[in-house]
């Protein structure tokens, strides 16, 4: 470190760079080098003054002083600050005002090590609401009986195969729809079962985009895209469009509920975080939108090298969920969380409250 004073300005070369100072803002009657008056003092300062993260010595400078460009005179009365932007969060320093015209300065008081033992702690990763939030957006859970919707999208203007936002399109309807009504355009998928049935629980749809109705002349409706997720095309149908409440509040169920996976969606064989299945558990049981559940997988039977015989491994768990929409009989749930794949048949269970 080298300081050079040349006409008043003072440069310091540094290891971490260069800092000039210009003579507008560092006057040398500003800073007296034979030392510090007591009269620059703050009165009633409290000490020791602990240092903060992200302090710097002209926080601390100011601090103490009425002047803050006095950061220099404390870094020249403790040298064993090598680098002024390196100064570090819990040091204590102190002021000895008695000391103030022998030494001036400060004095660094280093805290003693103290060994701290506590349980480990891990910190969780808050789950992306954004992700559930597009989840629920882009598609629903129906009723067999609704895949018809109530109405469809007929065709556009200009003859074009598929449509985006502010496209305007013709629209047939099968029920009464008022210019400002939205209405999602959606296409079925897949058909979740009842667990241990064939009978259909309900039908996983993906939704196209948002429409809203502007007009209606003899019998067809024109209607504008407000929102469009992928392309829009003809015969794609129109239910009415469901209100997102973006506030997703985690609930824990008051009442133990055990169920199973029994859909993964597009017929996967595994599924992970942040995907969408389908569960045994629905309104009937008392389950809600919101309702955090944790997943289980069955232990594996193994054999054992001692004694020979099989052994079943316990049940572990590999993940939590939370619920998006509920039916009668089962749901359809968004994985939070999962440290190994998810299979059909692995056991979901309501999280007890801590």
């Known amino acids: 470190m080298t300081i050079i004073s040349i006409n008043k300005l003072s440069v ?12 507008s803002l560092l006057q040398a009657d500003t800073l007296d080098m034979s030392g510090i008056e007591a009269e620059s003092m703050k009165a009633d300062i409290s000490k020791p003054y602990i240092v903060k993260k992200g302090d710097t010595l002209w926080d601390i400078a100011d601090h103490f002083f009425k002047d803050p460009y006095h950061w220099l005179k404390v870094w020249e ?43 480990v702690e891990r910190l969780e990763v808050a789950t992306d609401h954004s992700i559930m939030l597009t989840a629920l957006e882009r598609q629903d859970f129906i009723q067999p009986d609704q895949v018809q919707g109530v109405g469809h999208v007929l065709d556009s203007k200009d003859e074009r195969l598929h449509f985006g936002v502010n496209d305007q399109v013709y629209l047939k309807m099968d029920q009464v729809a008022k210019a400002g009504e939205l209405f999602d355009v959606f296409r079925s998928t897949d058909v979740i079962p009842v667990a241990n049935s ?29 929102k469009s ?28 509920l055990s169920g199973g996976v029994i ?9 992970a975080q942040h995907q969408v299945i389908g569960i045994s558990l629905g309104i009937d049981d008392g389950l809600k939108a919101g309702t955090v ?40 749930a968004f994985i939070t969380k999962s440290t190994a794949p998810i299979n059909i048949g692995d056991t979901i269970k309501t999280v007890a409250a801590p």
Do not use: C
């Open 12 to 23: 310091l070369t540094l290891m971490t760079g260069v800092f000039l100072f210009s003579s």
């Open 77 to 119: 009365r403790n040298l064993y600050i090598t680098n002024p932007d390196l100064i570090y969060p819990g040091n204590q320093i102190w002021f000895d005002g008695k000391r103030l015209k022998k030494e001036g300065g400060l004095t660094l008081v280093q805290p003693k090590p103290q060994v701290l033992i506590k349980p």
């Open 198 to 226: 064939d009978k259909a629980a309900g039908v996983l749809v993906q939704h196209m985009g948002l429409i809203r109705i502007i007009s209606e002349e003899n019998g067809i409706h024109r209607g504008v895209i407000v």
């Open 293 to 332: 559940m944790s997943i289980h997988k069955k232990g594996r039977m193994v054999n054992s090298q001692v004694g020979g015989g099989s052994v079943l491994l316990p049940t572990e768990q590999v993940g939590e969920l939370l619920v998006l929409v509920p039916q009668q009989k089962v749901s359809i």
């Open 229 to 256: 997720f992928e392309e829009i095309s003809r015969g794609d149908r129109l239910k009415p469009a469901r209100s997102i409440d973006p506030r997703i509040t985690p609930i824990l169920s008051e009442e133990p």
């Open 263 to 271: 859909y993964i969606r597009n017929k996967a064989n595994e599924a």
